[in-house]
């Protein structure tokens, strides 16, 4: 089971990899709701704010939209749709996220250039185990659960930006089995 798990997700990680060197700009990248994509790889199951039980890296990608109007009473947080894709064939999952992004200064010369925090509030499901931990997985209770993330980062160019990323994991105490899972590591940003 565990090795069929890794072969798919083995293939999904390459499909990843590859669908960015495919074309300049995809063609959904082209239009007006898409604002940023981001790549990158994330340590897995870290130790922060819980223990460390799952192996492994995550090979994590992102879209995030265009904060649409209705959204500017909370501050226009963009909405993201996420999958992080763990090497090592353990837990898995999407996410759907509003993200707050906040420059912390600009440049006068390079007003695109520049420090950000980033902090994103959402949901997320996934493929890992419920109520009976396996062989080095844990279980996280529910399939649903809570996705928490914070990010640190540089606007490079324009396009381009380089991010450390923090997201957790969690069902916030909804079920009897609570763990977890917390990923840390860098995310490379491309702007549309």
Request: hydrophobic letters at 45%.
């Amino acid at each position: 089971m565990k090795g069929s798990r890794i072969r798919r997700v083995r293939g999904w990680c390459l499909a990843l990899c590859l669908v960015p060197a495919s074309a300049p700009v995809p063609a959904w990248a082209q239009s007006s709701v898409v604002d940023e994509v981001k790549v990158g790889a994330l340590a897995h199951d870290v130790g922060f704010l819980g223990d460390s039980l799952e192996s492994g890296a995550d090979i994590v990608g992102a879209v995030l939209f265009k904060s649409p109007e209705f959204l500017s009473a909370i501050g226009s947080p963009r909405p993201v749709l996420g999958l992080s894709l763990n090497t090592a064939g353990d837990t898995s999952y999407a996410y759907a996220d509003l993200s707050w992004t906040a420059r912390l200064w600009r440049s006068a010369a390079e007003p695109a250039e520049g420090p950000y925090v980033m902090g994103s509030l959402g949901g997320a499901v996934h493929d890992g185990r419920l109520d009976t931990p396996g062989d080095g997985e844990k279980a996280l209770g529910t399939r649903a659960l809570f996705h928490l993330a914070v990010a640190l980062g540089y606007q490079l160019t324009r396009i381009t930006s380089v991010e450390a990323y923090l997201s957790h994991l969690s069902n916030a105490d909804l079920s009897s089995h609570n763990p977890g899972l917390n990923n840390a590591g860098l995310r490379m940003g491309f702007n549309f």
